[in-house]
Every structure is written in C-alpha cells, then in structure tokens.
C-alpha cells in the first residue's frame, strides 16, 4: 500500500475521468488510459484491491464490444463506405423510426468504437483510483457528520467477497452430500445457508459495533441538515452531469460549486451533533497536492486541447500523457513525510 | 465493590415458551476471573449478552430483574452507552471486526466514542504490547491466525478501558498452543490491570485452574456460583483433572496439574510399581478401508475458503498438504491434529473427494472387503477400489463422508425432521433415527452409511456429555467395522476416542502412531491425565480405572 492520502488519488483520478469524458479525440483518450495503467502498475504494489484492477481492465473491453453490438443492433447507420450489408428491419408503426440492424459503415463502427473507449477508460479511472486507495481508508477521511454511511459502504464492500465465499463454501458442502449441482434445486439449497450466513454475519458484526459505541447519540435531532444535504446532492449531480456529457458552460460550474458550498455547510451542522474522533489520520501534504494536481493538468489540457486545432491534437495527447503518468515518477510522490504510514516498514508489506 | 451484579434476573427471548435464564441473582466482585459453565445452549451466551445490555436491546426478548454493570444499569443504558465500561468478545472474533487492518480495528470502538487523538496513540501501543501484537499491528484482519484475532477482538474492546471484560468461548477454535496464548493474556489483565474478566467456555481444562469465582447455569435456566473448587465437585461435566480428584477422593479438589501432580506422588507409585503399562497396541487392523499415497493440495487458485480477492494474487498458492501419506483401518479411529492452519482441514476434504487434490492417489474400499494393507501402489488384482474424487457425489458418500468444520453449510432445510427426511430419501430409510439425538450434520451423513466417516473439528461448542455421546457413536461405528478420521484440536477428546495419532505440521505428518505414545511424546498435546501421572502413560480417567482394574 502506498501511503499516500486516499483522497489525492481519487482527486487525480476523477479529473483523469474528467479528461477522458472531455477529451478531444482517440489520441488523447488512449494517452488517459495509458496514464492510468502505468500509474497503477507502478505505484498500487500488493494492495488487496490492487488485484481487482485486471477486473476494470475486463469490463471496460467488455463496455466497448457491447457498444459495438448495440450500434449493429439498434444504432443509427451514417453513412460511409459499407462494411456489412445487413437488412434493415423496420421496427412496428408505433415504434416509428426504430429500426435493427442494417448496413454497418466503417464510420459508425469506428464512432462507436470510440464512445465505447471512452466510456471504459471513464470506468478504468474509477477502477485505478480503488486499486490505488483502499476505499475503507478512503472512508475514513470522510467528515464526522456521514460516517455512519461510510461504515455501511465498508460494511458492504467486505461483505461482497464474504458471501462469494460463502457460496462456493456451501457449494463445496453439497457436492459431500451428494447432490446434483445444478438446476433450481441446487440454487435453492446454496441459496438459503448462503443468506442465512450472511444475516447471522451482520447481526454478529451489528451487535459488536453496538457494543463498541457505534451511533452513541449525542445532541438533540435537527431538521435542517437533511434538506441541505439533499439540495447540495442535486446541485452536484446536475453540475458533474453538464461538465461530462453536456456543453461545458458556466451554468454547470456554477452548480458545482453551489453544490459543495451546500454540501460542506450541510455536514458542518451534522457534523456537530457527532461527537468522535479519527485515529491517526492521514495527512495531506505536498506529494498529494502534486499528485491531485497532475490529475487536474491532464483535465485542463483535455477540455483546451479542441482550441489547438486538429493538426496538435497528437502533441495534446502527449501532453495529456504526460500529465497523467506523472505519479508514476517516484521522485515526484514519495518525498519524506510522505504519509504516516510509510514510516512503519510492517505497514509496507 | 461489585463489578457486575444481577438481581433476579429472568430472560425470555420472543417466542419461547420457556424463560432461557430465570431468577439469576449474581454478584460478581471487581477484579476477578469468573468462569461461566453449563450444558450446551443452557443460556451461557445470554448471561453475557444480558451483561452488557445486548438482551434484550439488541436481540429483543423479556429481561426481568435488575442488571447493573460498573455502576449503570442496563434498563436505561443502552450497550452502545455501556461500551466505555464493559467489552464484549464473541464466539467468532472474525465476525466481530469492523475494519480491515489491526491497528484501525484496535482504534474503532475509541473513535466512537471520542477518545482524543493523542490518548488513543498511546492506548492502542499499550494493548499492542499487553496482547504482544506489536508484530502485526499492521496486517490484515484477514490474514491472521485464529489465536492473533482473538487476541485482536480482545484489544479491540479493551482500548476503549472497560472495566469488565465478557468472553463467550474465546479459546474454542483455537489450538492448545494458540488457547495458552490467550488465556495467559487473560489472566495478565486480571492481574496486572484488576479488571473483571467474564468467561464462557466448555473447555474447561482449559480454564478452571485460573478462575476465581465459578457460575454455574443448570439447564432450566437457574444459576449457581461459588468457589471453582466447590463448584466443580459435584457439577456434571468436569475437566479431566477433577474426575481423577473424585475418582481418587482428593479434597479439595485439584484444579491445575501442579496441584494434582503434587497429590499424586503416591498414585504414580502404585502405578509405577505394576508393570510399566504396555503402551495399547496397536489394533490389528483386519482391512484398510482408505488409502492415501503421496497427497498434495494447494489453495489460491479458486475462491475455496478464502477471500475472493485473496486468491487474484498470483504467487499466493498455498501449499497445504506436502505429500501426506495415511492408512485407516476397519474398526480404527484416527485423529488427525497439529495447530491452525497445519493442513487438517485441506487433507480431510481430499480424502472426501470433494476437495482440491493438487496430486497424490486415494483409494476407498468399495466393497464388504478391504484394501490389501501395504501394497504398494495401485491394488492387488481383484480388489474393489474406488477414488472418491472420480465417481459421482452420490456414489461417493456411499463410502466416504465428511462432516465439515462448518456443519451448518451442509443443511439447507429449515427443520432438522425436513433434513433427516431427505436424508433418508438420499439412502436407505430408517438409518437417520437412531443418530436423531446426535449433530444434525453428522446424522445426514451417516444416513448413507459410509464405511469411512471423516470429521472436522466436530467438538466445538459441545460440553462433556455431548462429547461423550459423540465418543460412544465413533466408537461404535468403528467396532461395526467402519473406519474414522477426525481432525480435532481438543486433546482429552482424542485421549478419549482415538486409537492413533496423526500430527499434522506445515502440510507434513511429524508423527504417526498410536494414541498413547503420540500423546505423551509433547507436553502440548498431552491430556491433563498424561500430564499429572507423567511418565507413566496412562491418558484418561477411564483408561487408569482399567490399569489398576487389571492389575488388582
């Protein structure tokens, strides 16, 4: 595990899926990618969810071929020099204009291919910034006032490997019993000790986190929190959508930031009925500004590089690169005082 | 002053006809280590779980009486309220953890109730120390060994500075070794701390030589508590080490081997002076039933047993089993041993058939006779042999069953009848009722009447006469000509059962051979007996009835 603050690396990745979404072509839709895998190459080392990175990598290729199918299938066909001739099936009169399959052009294929990668590289971003950090420990940076939602999201993420599991556990145990593995008589039977064991599971851990002081109330109950908050998530929501898919204008920087404003006063004030404290937290300084700040550079040379013109866009691209590989330098991250982890060798390993 | 005190207590969980716990009137004096004991599901677990407020806040249920801890009292403190005062440890630590790695799970339970930062620095060093953590504090929860995360889930409620501490089963699925671990942690802060320590256990050769204070829970849900050596005189399941003080009518009763070896100078004397007890033969074994040749298992390259996200990693093979090999006989029982993790569980589940074999031959006897004992390799001409792992499930618990560490993974009915209906359904009616009072699981598996039973771990949680009832069966099923593997960790239940001793190290057998002499090769694995009459070799109470039996 590398020790830096969990947040710079999913600073440095949502501004990398940022790029991708806004970047202005291949060229510099693939210089994201490839940032982003030979970051985590480098830097995510033998974290658990590091080994879970090979999984995005898989879904992002299984995100391009299925937009590919979709454009075969349903997609509207531009026209272009014809690669398949397929018939055209006209959809029923009240499905005006939907039509399956027909000719596939080069063009459409390659504009599908294209929207497919982008998408996958946005959800390869997600998948480096949880190898990088371990998102329980990003959780715990998270303010007072929703810790007990972090909890439950820590809860659920190591409840998932949990009941795989156990499935493959009860799975194992029938097969001594001699059943027939398969059919809806072998589901039900792995079924029910699988969900069994996973209530058991969560009751035993609900009653030890009771008795260990979770949720101890503090503080009367107040109304306006809950309304804040949810105001604040709208406006977050409505701003991350314009600047990813819609035309980057003010009007959704301005919901951005009205959005945090929002959000930060709403946690403020349900952060003082909450009254608990963080061990040994992780500390922001220097490599996570440089780190978060590279990210940022990568975001910025994406939404400017349409301004350059199309004969820079390959100089783009390498500057976009360039600005996403640059955690993998050790130099520029691992200066001392790195992160309070990286002190202790045991931590290391 | 009282650390823990229930007044009239009675506990009804919603549903039951009958109160679990009822007029319980306890007073438990601060810094001493009391001993909870009782029969299997007398309500041993609810006696603590009513002491830090989990009955009936969490569980729901009755609660009458009065139960006040450090002073609060439970009617209006809710256990999360209770958590700076008392900690509460499960019977599966593992399933008490919150966070991913130690230190952070150390921390928890004072970052609920903010503890400020620079104390919780220094608290968590000192349990690091006090439970000798110190050399893990940052691995993985996931990858430790069951006796480091009970002693982690100990830290964890410890940090917070309760001062009673309650403990249901903490050394049950731990190895002799591993229980030594916690219990000497313990006792540490007992004594060094003055903190008040609740334990339920049914080892109790495990425990009773350092408790203080004994309570006992009758099986009608009545308590009574006294002095250990009082307590234990006349209670029906007793350690070993007390049987023999009965047995031997010494007052009070012993409650450690020091004690019972001091009184039993005179009785080694007796024992010397016969002919030095000829160490039991070994059983001559008419048929070998199983047969496994160089057995090889690796784990990591499927989700078996183990965090999903722990096997991706490449290079994180283990190798359980190296090349084990092991024959058992018709009318033989065999007991497979060795600490956490030796590779007891990995070379039962390849003998069954239905677990990772990496390499390596089984050969199960598939008909009335058995495998020539000795040959090589492959089988004497005209012999019926089988593999497990070749032929169909169904055919295969014909001959051999397993009966898993995690018993409950193998039914899936919601009555124990249902279960035992369709186990019958599976073979041959009628073969289920006569085991109905013995562990479901067990009772599915012999439905089919395999001639060779392996067992995983099949003693946990279960008290004496259980045990005792579990001893009988194998027996039984031994003299009728079947064959028994068992994995266990607890010793004076080998002692009890077992004709030989297989010790399992690193996936490697160390030792092999018959009960008595492995047994009283190592002072880990000797039984309490084995320990007090050292060096003659004589495990059990029953085993020193008969010595002296045959010799007068």
């Not at chain 1, 795989?164 to 589901?187: D, F, H, N, S």
Request: net charge neutral.
């Amino acid at each position: 595990m590398n020790g830096l603050h969990p947040l710079a690396w999913w600073a440095w990745a949502m501004a990398l899926a940022l790029a991708a979404a806004r970047a202005p072509g291949v060229w510099a839709v693939t210089a994201v990618l490839a940032g982003v895998v030979l970051v985590v190459a480098v830097r995510a080392g033998e974290a658990p969810m590091a080994r879970l990175f090979p999984a995005y990598l898989l879904l992002g290729v299984a995100i391009v071929v299925a937009r590919v199918l979709f454009h075969v299938l349903v997609g509207i066909k531009p026209p272009g020099p014809v690669l398949l001739d397929l018939p055209t099936v006209r959809g029923p009169d009240w499905a005006v204009g939907v039509h399956l399959l027909g000719p596939v052009t080069t063009t459409g294929l390659a504009t599908a291919a294209a929207a497919g990668f982008q998408l996958a590289t946005l959800v390869v971003c997600f998948g480096a910034a949880s190898a990088l950090a371990d998102p329980r420990r990003a959780l715990r940076a998270v303010p007072g006032a929703v810790h007990r939602l972090g909890t439950a999201v820590v809860i659920a993420v190591s409840v998932t490997p949990q009941i795989a599991t156990a499935a493959a556990t009860v799975r194992r145990a029938q097969r001594l019993r001699g059943r027939p593995e398969r059919g809806w008589r072998a589901v039900r039977a792995t079924a029910m000790p699988v969900f069994t064991d996973a209530l058991d599971r969560s009751l035993a851990l609900a009653a030890s986190m009771d008795a260990r002081g979770f949720a101890r109330s503090t503080g009367p109950r107040d109304r306006l929190t809950g309304p804040v908050l949810a105001g604040a998530l709208v406006a977050l929501a409505l701003g991350a959508y314009g600047l990813l898919a819609g035309p980057a204008g003010v009007g959704s920087v301005v919901a951005l930031l009205a959005g945090t404003a929002a959000a930060t006063a709403a946690l403020v004030l349900a952060g003082r009925r909450v009254h608990r404290t963080r061990y040994r937290p992780d500390r922001w300084g220097g490599p996570e500004t440089r780190v978060a700040a590279s990210g940022a550079l990568a975001a910025v040379l994406a939404l400017l590089g349409p301004r350059l013109g199309d004969e820079r866009a390959g100089l783009v691209a390498l500057l976009v690169l360039a600005a996403a590989a640059a955690p993998a330098l050790g130099g520029l991250t691992a200066a001392p005082g790195a992160g309070p982890r990286l002190a202790l060798p045991e931590a290391a390993r | 002053m009282t650390a823990l005190l229930l007044d009239r207590v009675g506990v009804t969980y919603p549903g039951a006809a009958t109160p679990t716990l009822r007029d319980v009137t306890l007073a438990v004096p601060e810094g001493e280590l009391c001993l909870v004991v009782g029969p299997t599901g007398s309500g041993k677990s609810t006696l603590l779980r009513a002491a830090c407020g989990l009955v009936p806040h969490f569980t729901g249920g009755t609660l009458t009486g009065r139960v006040v801890v450090a002073g609060r009292d439970t009617r209006d403190h809710l256990p999360r309220d209770l958590a700076d005062v008392v900690g509460v440890v499960g019977q599966d630590p593992a399933a008490g953890f919150v966070t991913g790695t130690v230190e952070d799970e150390l921390a928890y339970a004072m970052e609920q109730l903010g503890v400020p930062p620079a104390t919780m620095r220094t608290r968590v060093e000192q349990v690091l120390d006090l439970l000798g953590l110190a050399s893990v504090r940052g691995r993985a929860l996931a990858d430790l060994s069951g006796g480091e995360q009970q002693r982690v889930a100990i830290g964890s409620v410890l940090t917070a500075g309760p001062r009673v501490l309650l403990l249901d089963e903490p050394t049950s699925a731990l190895d002799p070794a591993a229980a030594e671990e916690v219990l000497a942690a313990l006792t540490r802060l007992v004594h060094d701390l003055g903190l008040t320590v609740v334990v339920a256990e049914h080892r109790l050769e495990r425990v009773v030589q350092y408790a203080d204070h004994v309570v006992v829970v009758r099986p009608d849900g009545t308590v009574v508590d006294g002095d250990p050596e009082r307590m234990l005189a006349d209670v029906a399941g007793a350690p070993p080490i007390v049987e023999l003080g009965r047995w031997a009518g010494w007052v009070p009763l012993p409650l450690s081997v020091r004690d019972a070896r001091r009184r039993a100078a005179g009785l080694r004397a007796d024992l010397g002076h016969l002919a030095p007890p000829a160490p039991e033969d070994a059983p001559a074994v008419a048929a070998t039933l199983l047969r496994a040749r160089g057995v090889h298992v690796h784990h990591g390259s499927g989700p078996v047993g183990r965090p999903l996200w722990r096997t991706a990693r490449p290079g994180a093979v283990v190798h359980a089993v190296r090349g084990v090999d092991l024959e058992v006989g018709a009318g033989e029982v065999v007991a497979v041993m060795g600490r956490n993790g030796a590779g007891k569980s990995s070379l039962l589940w390849a003998l069954s058939g239905a677990g990772r074999r990496s390499a390596g031959a089984v050969a199960v006897a598939a008909d009335a006779g058995g495998i020539s004992p000795g040959a090589p390799d492959g089988t004497a001409a005209g012999e019926a042999v089988l593999d497990p792992a070749a032929v169909a499930p169904d055919e295969a618990r014909r001959h051999v069953a397993l009966v898993p560490h995690d018993p409950a993974a193998l039914l899936f009915r919601e009555r124990v009848a249902d279960e035992l209906a369709d186990a019958d359904a599976d073979a041959r009616p009628g073969a289920a009722a006569a085991v109905l009072a013995e562990p479901a699981a067990l009772a599915v598996q012999l439905a089919a009447r395999p001639r060779v039973l392996l067992l995983d771990e099949p003693t946990r949680g279960l008290d004496y006469p259980a045990k005792r009832r579990l001893t009988a069966l194998l027996r039984r099923h031994a003299a009728d000509g079947g064959a028994v593997v068992v994995s266990s960790h607890d010793v004076e239940f080998v002692a009890e059962t077992a004709d030989r001793v297989v010790v399992l190290a690193g996936g490697e057998v160390v030792a092999d051979g018959p009960a008595a002499r492995v047994l009283t090769a190592s002072p880990t694995f000797a039984p309490q007996v084995a320990r007090v009459l050292h060096p003659v070799p004589v495990l059990t109470v029953d085993a020193l009835r008969r010595a002296l039996g045959a010799a007068s």
